[in-house]
């Protein structure tokens, strides 16, 4: 594990020092950029989430940098953004599909757990992504999302249910 990564842990409980909002974005990008791409389906969204993710943080540096940890605290805006954005009326843009030369093994897997993921409510979609892919507890879900834990154990499972109906071939591959 590099210094910078040691720096700002990644784990809940870990201790985080100080430092600069440059070393945070290095230690920190490749999981935000992941957990906004699974929040939001698509790659360019997610990384128009995550600037705007990083550009609050940036303009809250002296709040985020004190806090006890930062990663959360980061992790917590870039959910309200997406859950804000998802509320908003706004015109729905069609993203242009290019094909990718040689795809790799499990990208078939991949894209159905997106398409299953478009499948839940923005809310819903939020509560597995940190659940299960983030590895967080009901109650630091709970905490990051506003809700309280039955709520979002409720969620979770209403959520789990729907992906499974709809899409069988996924529970399979849970061995």
Not at 14 to 26: I, K, L
Not at 108 to 114: G, N
């Amino acid at each position: 594990m590099s210094t910078t990564t040691a720096q700002w842990g990644t784990e809940i409980g870990t201790e985080v020092r100080a430092g600069s909002f440059e070393e945070f974005v290095h230690a920190t990008g490749a999981r935000m950029l992941r957990t906004a791409v699974l929040l939001c389906g698509d790659r360019d969204q997610a990384e128009d989430l995550l600037q705007s993710t990083y550009a609050s943080v940036f303009a809250r540096w002296r709040l985020v940098s004190r806090a006890e940890n930062p990663v959360a605290y980061a992790r917590t805006m870039m959910t309200r953004l997406y859950l804000a954005e998802r509320r908003r009326k706004r015109v729905v843009e069609l993203p242009i599909t290019v094909d990718a030369p040689g795809r790799g093994e499990g990208s078939d897997l991949r894209l159905s757990l997106l398409q299953a993921l478009d499948s839940l409510a923005p809310q819903d979609r939020a509560v597995v992504v940190l659940r299960y892919w983030e590895d967080l507890s009901v109650t630091q879900t709970a905490a990051q999302l506003g809700l309280s834990e039955s709520a979002c154990r409720t969620r979770s499972s209403r959520a789990l249910a729907r992906l499974r109906a709809l899409y069988p071939t996924l529970a399979d591959t849970e061995d």
